[in-house]
């Protein structure tokens, strides 16, 4: 293995690197670094996030300005604001003994005038992202007209976000004999066109396969019934106390939903999509960085700029349109060296993407199961037991302790103990048991295919009125109560749909807010009624007709003012239900139970 010596690097970056901590270069840094230094050459590398491939185009860019000049030569486009960010900032670190760079940051959401400004004062090299650079160049506020290196960092994400046009209208402004080395993850067709058109004869390097993943991460998944996926990624945060996520999910609005019930649920989670300001964004960014945060539930392109070293778990909520997206994903974890774990979180009809995933990153998946409580009980209060053992004593307790010996004289020790274990894993202990088991087998129906009718007791079965002769059918059912109730994609579950009225089940938590919703509401003029199933399961023919009939009994044969005035009792009657009743069935004693431990200390 060589050494940053024998690659050629000057003395000021030396210095740096030292001070940096960086020991050996990586794969890409030993790969990339003697090309760029020893030739005026355009290069292609394939490297994940992670492999130090910021330094690897990083110390040979520094190594060739002239820093002596306030002449822009070089130029970064990177996706987005925070990898710009980042990017700039690792440069200035490299360049800090190299008297006189000025490194620039150009990026969306901040003051133009305020970044215009720094560029001239001299910036020898501009880290942009391709929106903002764009408007800068067409408002003469840049001049990229001599740089001789530009880089297209992450060139697959830029591609992705749709700045194909940003890219070329840019590099048009550059001069022809510049140098480009282009950096991606992946090479899909668009960058492998980029390449072609934007590139003289490349020299290519690649650091582990195309589209592989990286051999620090391994990949696990787990089987579950759609409507489980929030238990289950409960039990995996539980199952690993010191776990310290990015958890995917597809859309802003799921991302923002999970984040919600995490939160409410007692976790340190935060949110992190485009729907947010850029100053919530950079606040989310700045606790998770610090480890405030312990969980972050991000959309695909807002995570684009994470580059957080310590990352133990990529987590699939759900899976991405796009599987080669799963590659970026699961390259958040697992960087620097470091060991990392990427997890999906699967229903019956998405089980078959993982066998197209595995092609692509060339590894194999290990199907796990859920924890059960018992396992989750033990993990917590061993995780317990081991910070007890290496906590450091506060002596401040001395003073005290005459009275507290004095409390537990008559305690020996392993009552002692098990007292003082009991304050923690009862409230455990009390949330987790007779937990359900949330694992499916691979053969198993999935509920929403409508066959499989087992009605668990965390589950609500309904009545509706509304039918075939409406226009519905399960899945516009299912939209139409989502679109109406701001719920998520698995929240309802099991709809069937007879002629003139269907069932519908939710989790037992959100039947207060479906039942309250539709006391006084119509649809195309005519009143829509909600009412409870009595059999949880539904959907057999005794059930149905039962629905059926009972909605007649009660209302005296359907009529509408009936209708109203019955909806009313009905809400009378939930508000007592509820109150007597734990908030939730799986996760009401959470927020206030043994969650709250482990979040809010990391709050802190
Ligand atoms: P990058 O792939 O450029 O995002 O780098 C990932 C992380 O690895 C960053 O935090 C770098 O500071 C760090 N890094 C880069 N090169 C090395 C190296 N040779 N040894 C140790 N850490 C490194």
Not at 315 to 335: A, F, K, M, V
Not at 344 to 371: A, T
Not at 540 to 569: A, C, L, Q, T, V
Request: one cysteine or more.
């Amino acid at each position: 293995m060589s050494t940053f010596k024998d690659l050629g690097l000057n003395e000021y970056l030396l210095q740096a690197i030292t001070d940096l901590g960086f020991v050996n270069p990586s794969e890409v840094q030993e790969k990339a670094i003697p090309i760029l230094l020893e030739s005026e050459t355009d290069l292609v590398a394939l490297a994940q996030t992670g492999t130090g491939k910021t330094a690897a185009f990083g110390f040979p860019m520094l190594e060739k300005i002239d820093v002596n000049s306030r002449t822009t030569q070089g130029l970064i486009l990177s996706p987005t604001r925070e990898l710009c960010l980042q990017i700039t900032n690792e440069m200035k670190q490299y360049g800090k003994y190299c008297k006189g760079l000025n490194v620039v940051a150009i990026y969306g959401g901040s003051s133009i005038t305020d970044q215009a400004r720094e560029v001239k004062r001299g910036a020898q090299i501009i880290v942009a992202t391709p929106g903002r650079m764009k408007d800068m160049i067409s408002r003469r506020l840049v001049d990229i007209t001599k740089i001789q290196y530009s880089v297209l960092d992450e060139a697959d994400e830029m591609l992705n976000m749709g700045f194909y046009e940003d890219i070329t209208d840019i590099l048009s402004h550059t001069p022809e004999d510049k140098s480009t080395w282009l950096f991606s993850a992946t090479m899909p067709r668009e960058v492998a066109t980029i390449a072609k058109k934007f590139m003289d004869n490349p020299q290519e390097i690649t650091v582990g396969n195309k589209n592989e993943s990286t051999s620090t991460v391994s990949h696990e998944y787990y089987l579950v019934n759609a409507r489980d996926r929030y238990q289950a990624l409960k039990r995996l945060s539980d199952a690993n106390p010191d776990i310290f996520s990015v958890v995917f999910c597809r859309t802003k609005r799921d991302t923002q939903k999970v984040a919600e019930k995490l939160i409410e649920d007692g976790y340190s989670a935060g949110a992190l999509h485009g729907d947010l300001s850029q100053n919530q964004r950079d606040l989310v960014m700045k606790s998770f960085r610090n480890k405030q945060i312990q969980t972050l539930v991000a959309t695909d392109v807002a995570a684009r700029g994470i580059d957080v070293d310590d990352i133990t778990h990529v987590i699939n909520y759900q899976l991405p349109d796009e599987i080669e997206t799963y590659t970026h994903r699961s390259g958040r974890t697992g960087r620097a060296g470091k060991t990392g774990v990427s997890i999906v979180i699967v229903s019956k009809s998405e089980v078959r993407k993982i066998k197209s995933i595995e092609r692509i990153i060339k590894k194999q998946f290990e199907k796990k199961d859920i924890p059960d409580g018992a396992d989750i009980c033990e993990v917590q209060l061993m995780s317990l037991a081991n910070k007890i053992h290496n906590t450091e004593i506060n002596h401040e307790i001395d003073k005290h302790l005459t009275r507290i010996n004095e409390l537990f004289a008559d305690t020996d020790k392993d009552e002692l103990i098990k007292k003082f274990f009991s304050v923690e894993f009862t409230r455990f202990y009390n949330y987790y048991n007779k937990s359900k088991n949330l694992n499916i087998a691979e053969g198993s129906f999935d509920s929403d295919g409508g066959r499989d009718f087992k009605g668990g007791k965390n589950s609500t079965r309904y009545f509706i009125n509304v039918g075939r002769k409406d226009g519905f059918d399960w899945m516009k059912l299912k939209d139409f109560l989502r679109e109406l109730l701001d719920l998520g994609k698995d929240d309802i579950f099991k709809a069937e749909v007879k002629d003139s009225f269907s069932f519908f089940n939710t989790e037992n938590e959100l039947k207060e807010k479906v039942l309250a919703f539709f006391t006084d509401f119509k649809h195309e003029g005519r009143f829509v009624n909600v009412e409870v199933s009595e059999n949880r399961g539904g959907g057999g023919r005794r059930d149905r007709k039962g629905g059926g009939r009972r909605r007649d009994d009660k209302r005296g044969g359907g009529k509408r003012e009936g209708r109203r005035s019955d909806s009313g009792n009905r809400s009378e009657r939930r508000r007592s239900e509820g109150s007597s009743k734990p908030r939730r069935s799986d996760s009401g004693s959470k927020s206030n139970d043994f969650a709250s431990s482990r979040p809010r200390r990391s709050r802190r």
